[in-house]
């Protein structure tokens, strides 16, 4: 596993991907915000906040994702961190999926408003892969669940030789520790932590990047919460 920490340049490009594609930007900005007032999406509503901790953030994996990739992310809530990745990168093939259809209803308006294509899901994450097992070539979540629970959601969605996101904070270790025997389990291997320091003191972020390297057991996820309630040990 690699530690990676000189980051900087990535955050550099990132920034100038977002500088780039400021008008859509500042449009999911106005819309979150305005639509955040019926329906709680975010906590964070200050300008600068959204778009460092909320855009900048989610455009940090864009070099982790091939071109022309299939890409799914579970929990996308208010479209974190996927919907800002195809802003900037609208060659992936997109699918949010999230638990609550109030969400699903906010993200096929803002994708309407900005013109971006992407399928939106209504599903639990352990029923979507039913359906669903190992076509995608990258998943992502952030700000989901622990990341023992996330691996198992995740995991059997991509297939052989794709990859898994997951979006953290800056302290990552114990909770990466408890869950490198799931990984195994479950066909992955990590390849890599890239660290990061948010610019103007926004906070530390890390980026798990797991490698599928076999196919999960059909067994996995379980159904019933288990991946939350008795995670994999």
Do not use: W
Not at 27 to 53: G, R
Not at 77 to 101: E, H, Q, T, W, Y
Not at 111 to 130: G, P, Q, T, V, Y
Not at 141 to 155: G, I, S
């Amino acid at each position: 596993m690699n530690i990676i920490t000189n980051t900087q340049q990535e955050i550099d490009n990132c920034n100038s991907l977002l500088n780039n594609n400021l008008l859509d930007f500042e449009s999911y900005y106005n819309f979150l915000i305005e639509y955040n007032q019926k329906v709680n999406l975010t906590a964070i509503t200050k300008k600068e906040e959204v778009f460092s901790k909320h855009f900048l953030d989610s455009i940090l994996a864009e070099n982790e994702i091939p071109l022309g990739a299939s890409v799914v992310d579970i929990g996308t809530g208010a479209g974190f961190p996927s919907l800002p990745l195809k802003i900037v990168r609208d060659d992936i093939n997109l699918c949010m999926v999230d638990s609550l259809n109030k969400r699903i209803t906010f993200l096929n308006q803002l994708c309407k408003l900005l013109n971006a294509e992407a399928s939106k899901i209504h599903a639990r994450a352990e029923e979507f892969a039913k359906d669903q097992r190992e076509v995608f070539d990258v998943a992502l979540a952030r700000a989901v669940a622990k990341t023992n629970t996330l691996v198992e959601y995740l995991l059997p969605l991509v297939k052989v030789g794709g990859k898994v996101i997951l979006y953290k904070s800056g302290n990552y270790e114990e909770e990466l520790k408890d869950a490198e025997h799931a990984i195994k389990i479950l066909g992955g291997n990590i390849n890599a932590v890239k660290l990061y320091t948010l610019p103007n003191d926004m906070g530390e972020r890390s980026l798990i990047v797991i490698e599928k390297v076999k196919k999960t057991p059909r067994i996995y996820p379980r159904g019933k919460n288990l991946p939350k309630l008795q995670p994999l040990q």
